[in-house]
C-alpha cells in the first residue's frame, strides 16, 4: 500500500507539472505576441498626453541623469518654428496600489500646464480620481513647493486631495514636483 501510494504521489506530480509547463509556455508565447503591441499603446498614451498638455508641438527626448527614483522619461516640447514651449515630464510615483504613470507639462518659467494620468491600478472611484481633470487640473498655473491639504486650500500651492484617497493625491504630488523641480534646473541650464 505504501509503494502504491508513493506511485500514485509521483504519477499526481507528474501530471501537474506537465500541465504547469504547458501552461507556462503558453503564457510565454502570448507574452512574446503581444509585448510589441503593449509597448507601442503605452507609446501612443504618452504621446497622446503630451500633445493634449502640450498641443501642436514635436516631443524631443531629453536624457535624464538626475537622482529622482519619479522621474521616467523627459521630453522638450518644440513647436514648428523650433521655439522651446516646455516640457513634458513622466513621473511614476507610489500610490495606494501601485505606480501611478503621470505626464506632467511644465512650461519655460516653471508653471504646470497640464497633469494626464496615463497608467494607474489606483482604486476606482477614489485614486482613480486623479486621472480626471476636475482633480488634476489644481496644479495649472502653479509652480510649487506643492502641499496636500485635506480640506479647503488656503495657501497659492495646496492641492486638496481626493476624499478617501490623500495617499494617491500625495503620491501624485509628489509626481508634479519632482517633475517641476527638474524643469527648473533644465529651464535655467538650457531651455530659456
Not at 503558453?26 to 504621446?47: C, E, S
Not at 495606494?96 to 497640464?114: A, H, L, R, Y
Request: glycine residues 10%.
Amino acid at each position: 500500500m505504501n509503494k502504491e501510494f508513493t506511485r500514485e504521489l509521483i504519477r499526481l506530480a507528474g501530471i501537474l507539472l506537465a500541465v504547469t509547463l504547458i501552461v507556462g509556455a503558453a503564457l510565454g508565447a502570448v507574452n512574446g505576441v503581444t509585448i510589441d503591441r503593449i509597448a507601442a499603446v503605452k507609446a501612443q498614451k504618452t504621446q497622446d498626453a503630451m500633445s493634449a498638455i502640450i498641443p501642436n508641438c514635436t516631443f524631443e527626448r531629453v536624457e535624464y541623469t538626475g537622482d529622482s527614483d519619479l522621474i521616467r522619461e523627459i521630453y522638450a516640447a518644440k513647436d514648428a518654428s523650433g521655439t522651446y514651449m516646455g516640457l513634458c515630464v513622466k513621473v511614476a510615483p507610489t500610490g495606494f496600489s501601485g505606480e501611478v504613470g503621470t505626464i506632467v507639462g511644465i512650461t519655460p518659467d516653471n508653471k504646470v500646464i497640464g497633469v494626464e494620468v496615463v497608467e494607474s491600478t489606483e482604486t476606482a472611484q477614489l485614486g482613480s480620481k486623479a486621472g480626471e481633470k476636475s482633480w488634476n487640473s489644481q496644479y495649472n498655473g502653479k509652480g510649487g513647493p506643492f502641499v496636500v491639504v485635506k480640506s479647503r486650500a488656503a495657501g497659492e500651492n495646496d492641492i486638496v486631495a481626493i476624499s478617501g484617497a490623500t495617499i494617491t493625491s500625495s503620491a501624485v504630488t509628489r509626481g508634479v514636483q519632482a517633475a517641476v523641480d527638474f524643469a527648473v534646473s533644465y529651464n535655467a541650464e538650457v531651455g530659456k
